[in-house]
């Protein structure tokens, strides 16, 4: 299928689908951790998951918001597919995934991919197409697509390449902080507190652990930890008192929100 024959398509059948599929926002896929019965939520953290739910609630308000590159994967129901796409086992839908960067200058944005169109399985040509992006709804030179936030750093992009069949493309930010730690527990050993905490993360590269001596108002780092593989901390030489504590993820494009609390006394 040719470049301009995909525009005709993309348009009258993206905005089929716009109309005919409303798009739900999943607030509950926004929570990066989970609690466990009697956890204590500091307020930098009760306040970093509303921020969380609200930033996807509100949607994409521009196209600068998706700036970076993304692992977009693109499924489809079709036959023919070109090479590369991946059956998912049960004959009817297969995948394959490329990286697509979307970038913006003084209001101008565009979006680029070497490979193939996304939203296609047959085809096409590599991407280089201006765009725009306002709330749930995505324009550019092939037309008008529906897309849905998961969380901020993934969304659901609807993409009609030609009616009856529909495309979605399903895009990962490259870019981004790890989610946070679960699971923390304190162990008092004498004037120490044992630190463990388990991370199921592939993207952190450390973490920081943070003490509070006055009821999690205020917070230290008392260590900086540049190895993924350990997930355990000794707080030595402590006086007696009440200490409460987090840890925080981290990689090269910044740290995660906090993980739950937990008190230790000495």
């Not at 005919?20 to 009697?38: E, Q, W, Y």
């Not at 394959?96 to 996304?118: D, E, H, L």
């Not at 901020?152 to 390449?161: G, Y």
């Not at 000794?234 to 009440?242: A, E, F, I, Q, R």
Request: hydrophobic share 35%; aromatic share 10%.
């Amino acid at each position: 299928m040719k470049p301009f024959q995909k525009t005709k398509y993309f348009v009258f059948g993206s905005v089929v689908a716009v109309m005919a599929i409303p798009l739900v926002i999943k607030a509950a896929d926004t929570i990066p951790l989970s609690f466990n019965k009697g956890d204590i939520i500091s307020a930098s953290v009760f306040n970093a998951l509303l921020a969380n739910v609200n930033n996807v609630v509100s949607g994409f308000k521009t196209g600068a918001d998706i700036a970076g590159t993304w692992a977009c994967t693109t499924y489809s129901a079709r036959t023919g597919c070109i090479t590369g796409f991946v059956g998912t086992g049960g004959g009817v839908l297969s995948y394959k995934t490329q990286n697509i960067t979307f970038s913006c200058n003084s209001g101008a944005c565009t979006a680029t991919a070497s490979s193939f169109y996304p939203g296609s399985c047959q085809g096409g040509g590599s991407l280089s197409q201006p765009y725009e992006l306002n709330g749930n709804i995505m324009a550019s030179g092939w037309g008008i697509y529906g897309v849905q936030k998961l969380s901020p750093t993934k969304f659901v992009w609807q993409i009609n390449s030609s009616l009856p069949q529909m495309e979605y493309v399903i895009c990962n930010q490259n870019n981004a902080v790890p989610s946070a730690v679960n699971n923390l527990t304190a162990t008092v050993n004498s004037g120490s507190v044992v630190l463990v905490w388990t991370d199921t993360n592939a993207d952190q590269t450390g973490y920081i652990v943070q003490r509070s001596s006055d009821g999690g108002n205020t917070w230290t780092t008392i260590s900086t930890i540049s190895s993924a593989g350990t997930m355990t901390y000794t707080d030595t030489g402590l006086s007696s008192g009440s200490y409460q504590y987090q840890v925080i993820a981290t990689n090269s494009n910044g740290n995660s929100i906090g993980s739950s609390v937990v008190p230790a006394t000495i």
